[in-house]
């Protein structure tokens, strides 16, 4: 008669039925055939290394004519789910859209805050300053509005275009403003300028006095 010998701390043990071996029955099972079977739905996130290096071609096929973003609920998706509260979003600080990288418009939202009564022009904003040799300049969406009530409110664009020594550094810009109900009016008491600055092009601003200013500013950069 043969004999066996069972480590207790192993996953073998035995009973009445024989010979048997423990499954945890979350991550690991006996299926109907019984058989040991990693059970469905039973990987995680835990059980997965970290440099296990999953292959894209063994994920499951997505629609080739979208993009992955965030669906809204911190999910990856190429569908927009249900609308309008979970359409596709792509929250970044910058983006390079474009071909290749050596060819690209670089994008770059940022929210902004304009000192009130600023009499001397200083700069917007290190995203609104750009380095002349690299970039030929931006265009920019921006909106404007300020602390009184009722609050004024201006949107416009901003244009800088420069050629490669910044000798010709020209700035444009356009609006809509409420001041004082009137449209155009005053683009919510802000003074735009471009000047340079060492190896860069940095957009300044004046404001009169009112109250602080809050700017949101949708920027375009182009690349040399």
């Known amino acids: 008669m043969l004999g066996v010998k069972l480590d207790p701390a192993r996953a073998i043990t035995t009973g009445t039925a024989g010979i048997g071996v423990n499954v945890d029955g979350v991550t690991i099972d006996i299926n109907g055939s019984n058989e040991i079977e990693v059970k469905i739905g039973g990987i995680s996130d835990a059980q997965i290394s970290a440099t296990a290096a999953i292959e894209l071609s063994k994920l499951a096929a997505l629609d080739p004519n ?3 973003f965030s669906n809204n609920t911190g999910v990856i998706s190429d569908d927009e789910s249900t609308a309008p509260n ?5 929250v970044v600080d910058t983006v390079l859209f474009g071909p290749t990288t050596s060819s690209f418009v670089e994008k770059q939202y940022v929210d902004i805050t304009l000192t009130n009564n600023q009499g001397s022009a ?4 290190p995203s609104t300053t750009f380095a002349f040799a690299t970039y030929a300049g931006f265009e920019a969406k921006y909106y404007i509005t300020d602390a009184g009530t009722p609050t004024i409110i201006s949107i416009g664009k901003i244009i800088i275009a420069c050629n490669s020594d910044a000798s010709i550094a020209p700035l444009t810009y356009s609006y809509t403003d409420t001041a004082n109900g009137v449209a155009a009016a005053a683009n919510s008491g802000v003074v735009f300028t471009a000047v340079v600055n060492g190896s860069n092009i940095e957009l300044r601003y004046t404001t009169t006095n009112t109250s602080t200013r809050t700017m949101r500013i949708d ?3 182009f690349l040399r």
């Open 66 to 68: 979208r993009v992955l």
């Open 86 to 90: 979970n359409r596709p979003n792509m």
């Open 122 to 125: 200083i700069a917007v904003d």
């Open 219 to 221: 920027i375009d950069r």
